[in-house]
């Protein structure tokens, strides 16, 4: 008995070594990279919440970096004192109306420029891609001052649009690109007008490309300054420009500054947050075709 025991154990496979796996000095260097770049993207986001939550006192002094009473007076003083409220409805008023004009114009503009290959127009939008927008506010002051609409929603709306419209356009022709023309042309031959092949086939399959557009440009519309700062009025303000009010000649309120940043970082990144993978699946259905 105890002889056969031994011949079994002879018999049976040897367990395998564990080997040591060597570290790659690529993957060190990854690791080290990403490491590297994620704390410079999240360091200054870091910064700002804590200082947010102290006094000016303390943001000066380096000993309370880390350590120190927080307290919230700063935002106190933004949603009390500032009136930040009405400021936070019109900048979403206005993110939302130019984004949504501008998918109303754009999103047909550039499925007509993706089938029926208008080169001339696409050209046109990526010249408005590429002119700057303070290049285009002295003569918008010019002519909004001579039609009496400077500091009205309308004039905001508009000026976000200069830039959000092109963008929608931009995106969407890529993504119309991608899209298999045998489908239109199918639909067609069962009965459906070009139009209704276009708002039964293409716009229903291009929702991910209206959805990265829409993002992107309600993105914009919210952290833009310069346009608001020159054509807005005290009724319509919005948060960017809000934030400048603590900026004093002579001093600098950093603990309310910080915190009114707070107030305007937050919501976009919850939107970024909770939409990143419709943002990249719509910008990467344009990459290939069929």
Do not use: C
């Not at 399959?205 to 992107?216: C, E, M, R």
Request: hydrophobic letters at 55%.
């Amino acid at each position: 008995m105890t002889a056969t025991l031994e011949r079994e154990q002879q018999a049976a496979p040897m367990a395998p070594m564990h080997r040591k796996t060597k570290v790659r000095p690529y993957s060190v260097f990854r690791v080290i990279a990403l490491t590297l770049i994620v704390l410079t993207f999240i360091a200054p986001l870091v910064w700002m919440f804590l200082a947010s939550l102290k006094t000016n006192v303390d943001i000066y002094d380096s000993s309370k970096a880390f350590i120190f009473t927080p307290t919230l007076d700063n935002y106190d003083t933004v949603f009390g004192r500032a009136n930040y409220f009405q400021y936070i409805l019109n900048s979403f008023w206005i993110g939302f109306a130019s984004t949504g004009l501008s998918l109303i114009l754009g999103v047909p503009a550039a499925y007509s420029m993706s089938r029926y290959v208008m080169k001339k127009s696409a050209a046109v939008v990526l010249l408005a891609r590429i002119i700057p927008g303070v290049s285009l506010l002295v003569p918008w002051y010019i002519i909004f001052s001579n039609l009496r609409m400077v500091g009205g929603f309308e004039v905001l709306i508009l000026s976000h649009m200069f830039v959000s419209l092109p963008l929608v356009v931009y995106i969407m022709m890529s993504f119309f690109d991608s899209l298999p023309l045998e489908l239109e042309e199918q639909a067609q031959v069962d009965g459906l007008t070009p139009i209704g092949a276009f708002l039964r086939i293409s716009l229903p399959l291009s929702v991910p490309g209206i959805a990265t557009a829409a993002i992107l440009s309600f993105i914009f519309s919210w952290n833009n300054f310069m346009f608001a700062l020159v054509l807005s009025g005290a009724e319509t303000k919005t948060l960017p420009v809000a934030i400048f009010d603590f900026v004093a000649y002579a001093s600098i309120d950093w603990g309310g500054l910080m915190a009114a940043a707070v107030v305007v970082t937050v919501p976009i990144m919850v939107i970024a947050l909770f939409t990143q993978k419709y943002i990249v699946s719509g910008l990467t259905a344009g990459a290939t075709k069929g």
